[in-house]
């Protein structure tokens, strides 16, 4: 099942060092993936997204992996900053304005 | 910037009573979105709407109302609020392409 708040997985990164944040998907129909960058006391935020058909897309200091094979996504994060504290989570759409289903998120935090 | 507002942003109310949460969009998208987000379980799909006088529910549609009169609002009622129903509740909008959504900032809503 899903989780969030307190019980959601951490992930502690020295400021400056590059992370990796992983989500697993379960249907192997989903066309679109998405992730999101939720702060404390605020909605959602998009970061980036990708298409089923590509394996790689890469942003503003974002790179986002996608792995068919195993079902799996990554978001990559360079040289991470304080603003980058957040929960992250990713979605995927089954390709139906209904089916849009959300993962359970990760708890960035950054060491000084 | 999606454009969204949601009023009010916090509330706190007592069992019984009515609350509407109001999603207002400038960007003219055809489809919204109310969904509650709670430690534990994640966000949730409320109701969603593809257009005026077209709404539909989602997975924890019980206790919940909506109503779209017109392409920029989306208002979500609770009939009875219930402790239950305390909550942090999201409007979203979908971009055009169908693939990405993009959230509001949120209404904390306290029933006590």
């Known amino acids: 099942g899903e989780s969030v708040g307190l019980h959601l997985p951490t992930l502690s990164v020295q400021e400056g060092d590059n992370s990796i944040i992983n989500c697993a998907y379960s249907?192997?129909?989903?066309?679109?993936f998405i992730w999101y960058k939720q702060e404390s006391g605020k909605g959602p935020q998009f970061i980036i997204d990708?298409?089923?058909?590509?394996d790689k897309r890469q942003g503003q200091r974002v790179t986002v992996l996608l792995n068919k094979t195993v079902k799996h996504l990554s978001l990559q994060i360079a040289a991470t900053q304080p603003g980058d504290s957040a929960v992250y989570f990713c979605?995927?759409?089954?390709?139906?304005?209904?089916?849009?289903?959300f993962g359970s998120g990760t708890r960035l935090s950054i060491r000084p | 910037d999606a454009g969204i507002t949601q009023s009010p942003r916090h509330k706190v109310t007592e069992t019984g009573t009515p609350v509407t949460l109001r999603c207002h969009q400038t960007?003219?998208?055809?489809?919204m979105y109310w969904y509650r987000q709670d430690p534990g379980h994640g966000l949730r799909l409320i109701h969603y709407?593809?257009?005026?006088?077209?709404?539909d529910k989602g997975e924890v549609s019980d206790g919940y109302s909506v109503s779209r009169s017109k392409t920029e609002d989306f208002l979500l009622t609770l009939e009875s609020a219930t402790s239950s129903q305390t909550s942090v509740y999201f409007c979203?909008?979908?971009?055009?392409?169908?693939?990405?959504?993009?959230f509001g900032e949120g209404s904390w809503l306290t029933v006590v």
């Open positions: 709407s593809y257009g005026v006088k077209d709404t």
């Open positions: 979605a995927e759409n089954r390709g139906s304005a209904s089916k849009i289903i």
């Open positions: 249907n192997s129909a989903s066309d679109y």
């Open positions: 960007e003219n998208h055809r489809y």
């Open positions: 979203a909008i979908m971009e055009p392409s169908g693939n990405t959504i993009y």
């Open positions: 990708i298409r089923s058909n590509m």
